[in-house]
């Protein structure tokens, strides 16, 4: 099993250019995150996905939109970059509940917008 | 709002001496707490997690964590750092949504 796989690992985008993160799991997973990590700050959660064609707005979800047309992939779009979305994304995912289940996490694409 | 706070950024140790890792949250009810570790340019993984069940819970690697309600604290113990033990470590508390700590960061000197 390949777990939780993110492309691409590194991205450079100018302000204003567009791009489109991709996650896939192959654990069956129902549930699906999109993190940003950023220095001194932990890791916040952008939107979620409790399941197939459902999302839902995290902590930070302003710049950015998702969708989840396949319960294994679950896509994090950038339409318009700005600097301050510089920052290293995680895509995790667990079986629901969230309070009782282990994330598992992909390793990261790093996203620098100049 | 829950909330979880680690108390040091930064822990030095020395290899073959004790770890704490020091995470205290706030809620109106006892949540589910976790502690995960993130290997330099890696992902994060489970190190254990406490889900109401018993207060002392054991992890991988032979980390352990000890739930105080009455102190709302759940700090990361180990009995002696070994240099792998080396990375960035985050509490999570998870009620009605999920909070990480900002995390901390250990150094195991040899």
């Given at each position: 099993n390949a777990g939780v796989t993110q492309t691409p690992k590194f991205r450079v985008l100018k302000t204003g250019q567009s791009m489109t993160l991709l996650c896939a799991q192959d654990?069956?997973?129902?549930y699906m995150y999109w993190y940003r990590q950023d220095p001194g700050m932990g890791l916040r959660l952008i939107h979620y996905s409790v399941g197939e064609g459902t999302t839902a707005k995290g902590e930070v979800p302003d710049g950015y939109n998702v969708s989840r047309?396949?319960?294994?992939n679950f896509l994090l779009g950038l339409e318009s970059a700005a600097p301050s979305q510089t920052s290293v994304y995680f895509c995790a995912s667990s079986y629901p509940p969230l309070a009782d289940n282990e994330q598992f996490f992909g390793p990261g694409t790093r996203l620098t917008v100049l | 709002a829950q909330s979880v706070t680690q108390l040091d950024s930064h822990v030095s140790v020395s290899e073959g001496t004790p770890v704490l890792l020091r995470c205290n949250y706030s809620s109106s009810y006892s949540p589910s707490l976790f502690w995960y570790v993130q290997h330099p340019n890696k992902g994060l993984q489970l190190l254990l997690k406490y889900t109401?069940?018993?207060?002392l819970v054991k992890g991988i690697n032979g980390f352990e964590a000890e739930f105080k309600k009455s102190e709302t604290s759940f700090h990361l113990t180990k009995p002696s750092a070994h240099m792998s033990d080396a990375a960035e470590y985050f509490c999570v508390v998870i009620f009605n949504d999920m909070r990480f700590g900002a995390g901390t960061r250990l150094t195991v000197k040899p």
């Open positions: 654990m069956n997973h129902e047309l396949k319960k294994q | 109401s069940a018993a207060t």
